[in-house]
Structure formats: C-alpha cells, structure tokens
C-alpha cells in the first residue's frame, strides 16, 4: 500500500502563491516555499524539480481554472448568450479565485517560458490559450458570420479584455470585486457586439 501524500501539490502551489502575491518573486523560494507549505525541500524539488518549473505549473493550474467556465459558457445555443456568459465568468471567476486571478494579471506567460528549460513545460505553456483561441474563434462565426480580423477582435474585447480590463484594478489591489461590475462588463460586451 503506498504511502499518503503529506503535502498535496495544490497545497505547494497555493503556498508559492501566497509568497508571490505577498511579497513578490523573489520572495518564492523553494526554501520560502517548503517554509510556508510545511512540505520538505528534498519533496518540493522532487515534485517540481525546479522552482521555475513550480512557478509554471501554479501558473498552468489559474490558467485552466479560468478557462473551465469560460470555455463552457462559449458553447451556450445562443450566440449572444455565449458572449455575455463567457465575460461573465471571467468575472466570477476573479470573484471567486481571486488568488488565482491576481496572479494571472501580475505575471507574463512568456517570462515563465523563458524562465523554464523544460522543452515539455515550455510547450504547455505555449498551447495553453488554444482551447480560448479556438472558442473565440467558433464564437466570432456565429456572432459575425465570419472570423476576420475585426470580427475576432470585437469577440476577443467583448469576452476576454473587458471583463479582465475591468477587474484588473481591483485584483492588484487586492480588493474585492463591486457587485455592479457584472451589470456594467455585461453592458460593455453588449454594445461591443452591437458595433456595427
């Protein structure tokens, strides 16, 4: 019978979070990090081996969290519905995972690629927004009737920048999200949409 997992890998990550949010990246040492989860060293660089390639799975693990929802509600019947659903949860999800969200708005993708030397990981990282590429993509058809440049623009302003624009704010600051910001983002992917 195999030995229990003292220290849970989502139990790392948020500890790593934490220390990035707090105190900022130089602060997330694997040290810093074994400190904060309780998990030993020796486990950490076994499980990762490397803080940077820590660093990009914490940031692999926010960006499928967001992308759940937002993929799932690009696929509503309604074109239109998907739109307003997928702006929406960007923004439950920043209500929700606010940890997640912040670290998702204060860190580059291409600076943790660059950071890793693991081709594997890098690849991940790389492949990751293709599931969002390709929803905008099959939202913008149905919305526009085409997926030309202006058309997959608006669909990417409309459910992506938008509800992150309007979010950003308040995640660097670490406070919460208004409760109006559902209602205004819903009013802003609508008249992006309505365009002509």
Not at 109 to 117: F, H
């Amino acid at each position: 019978m195999p030995r229990p997992t003292l220290h849970s890998t989502d139990a790392i990550l948020d500890s790593a979070r934490e220390l990035l949010l707090e105190q900022g990246a130089g602060s997330a040492t694997i040290e810093a990090i074994a400190g904060a989860s309780g998990a030993p060293v020796g486990s950490i660089y076994h499980r990762f081996g490397s803080r940077d390639a820590m660093l990009a799975r914490l940031w692999i693990r926010a960006v499928r969290r967001s992308q759940e929802d937002f993929l799932a509600a690009c696929a509503a019947e309604d074109p239109r519905a998907a739109a307003l659903g997928a702006a929406r949860s960007i923004i439950e999800f920043c209500r929700s995972h606010p940890s997640d969200a912040r670290l998702l708005v204060s860190f580059r993708r291409e600076d943790l690629m660059q950071a890793t030397e693991d081709d594997q990981l890098k690849a991940e990282l790389e492949g990751l927004n293709r599931p969002i590429q390709k929803a905008a993509v099959l939202l913008a058809r149905r919305l526009f009737g085409s997926a030309h440049r202006r058309n997959l623009d608006r669909t990417v302003l409309a459910t992506f920048d938008l509800p992150y624009g309007a979010a950003r704010r308040y995640l660097i600051m670490g406070t919460q999200l208004p409760r109006h910001l559902e209602a205004d983002v819903e009013a802003a992917v609508e008249a992006v949409i309505d365009l002509q």
